[in-house]
């Protein structure tokens, strides 16, 4: 029977079993599916587990303090925060090609793990020897790693991993789609904003800007994503839709008239699919007054951006994000 009682159960009694009295760090992205994992671990080892969060400066506006604060505040879990910014910044300078900025960000991401658990072995306890990820079941098979279908893309949590990995993996999800995540969440009383949050990438926003990333960059784009979700949530629709990816163009220029005179800036795309789990999705038919009121604000409020474009692709043939 499936029933999400019986998932954690299940997942309690074998993470117990794998891990000993040994240690375990899990990375929290501020997402659900994290979130989800970290909470299953915690349930099953406590105080053995320690989260890290790492703040790589390609996170959205708002998500560090919601790590924070409502997380904690929900689990009690031991939770590190590490500041990292500059370090993903100068590895991802002068790289546009997605898949090398997939790898870059994992890659990092893995080393500033290492030196999280190097910090947490030296305060003297049992050794770190797992790392929890909050691995899905449509991240596998899009890996190539369940049904033998192609690598599509190499989602930094399964296939861009480095060869010099240190960790045994727990990922307790890895058999389970988004809603099922949801519902094994809600079960664990993890609060409503974070059980019901959209999916965001593990990458960030750094594979939203198509372009070279920088920090002006991510800051504009930062602005743009935050004025797109509180329209969208204010008109209440966040439901309605599976995420909304908002992407900055920023190697494409366009011929705008604002204020004074001409402007030569950068277009946002809007980027709102409706989909059950991601594999494939549709573009969501939202409403126009909404699509002008973010496209108004958006170009108003935002430096550098006088163009904004909807996507209406589905995928196939396009993937969700851009990169
Ligand atoms: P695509 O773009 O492949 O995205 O249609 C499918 C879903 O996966 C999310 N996504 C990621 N999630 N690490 C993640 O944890 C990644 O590298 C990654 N890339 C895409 C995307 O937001 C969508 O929900």
């Known amino acids: 029977d499936w029933t999400t009682g019986n998932v954690i159960e299940e997942q309690v009694e074998a993470i117990r079993a794998l891990v000993g009295d040994k240690r375990a760090i899990c990375g929290l992205s501020g997402g659900v599916d994290s979130a989800v994992a970290a909470a299953l671990v915690a349930r099953a080892i406590g105080s053995q587990l320690t989260c ?10 708002g998500e560090t303090e919601q790590v924070e604060k409502d997380f904690v505040a ?13 370090r993903f910044l100068s590895a991802l300078a002068g790289v546009s090609d997605p898949e090398e900025k997939r790898k870059i960000i994992g890659r990092e991401f ?12 030296a305060d003297e ?6 790392l929890v990820q909050g691995t899905l079941y449509p991240d596998v098979v ?8 192609a690598n599509i893309k190499s989602h930094h949590n399964v296939g861009g991993l480095p060869e010099d990995l240190e960790f045994q993996l727990i990922e307790p999800l890895r058999k389970l789609f988004k809603d099922e995540v949801r519902m094994v969440g809600q079960e664990l009383g993890l609060p409503e904003e974070i059980v019901q949050r959209q999916p965001f990438p593990g990458p960030g926003l750094g594979i939203r800007i198509v372009g070279e990333v920088t920090k ?24 309605d839709i599976w995420q909304c990816p908002v992407v900055l ?13 001409r402007t030569y800036g950068h277009p946002i795309v809007l980027r709102p699919v409706s989909s059950e789990d991601a594999m494939t999705a549709d573009w969501s038919r939202l409403p126009y007054d909404v699509l002008a009121r973010i496209s108004t604000r958006i170009t108003n409020e935002v430096r550098d951006v006088n163009r904004v474009v909807l996507d209406v692709t589905s995928k196939p043939p396009g993937t969700i994000e851009w990169e």
């Open 249 to 261: 163009l920023a190697d494409v220029r366009s011929v705008g008239v604002q204020g004074d005179g």
């Open 142 to 149: 899009e890996s190539g790693g369940g049904t033998g279908t």
């Open 216 to 239: 002006e960059r991510l800051d504009l784009l930062r602005e743009a994503d935050a004025i797109a979700r509180e329209e969208l949530t204010a008109a209440g629709l966040d439901r």
């Open 110 to 121: 893995i080393r500033v793990f290492e030196q999280a658990q190097a910090e947490i072995i």
């Open 74 to 86: 929900a689990t009690g879990v031991k939770l590190v925060v590490v500041d990292a910014e500059e």
């Open 125 to 130: 306890g049992p050794a770190v020897e797992f």
């Open 52 to 61: 890290v969060y790492v703040d790589h400066g390609l996170m959205r506006k």
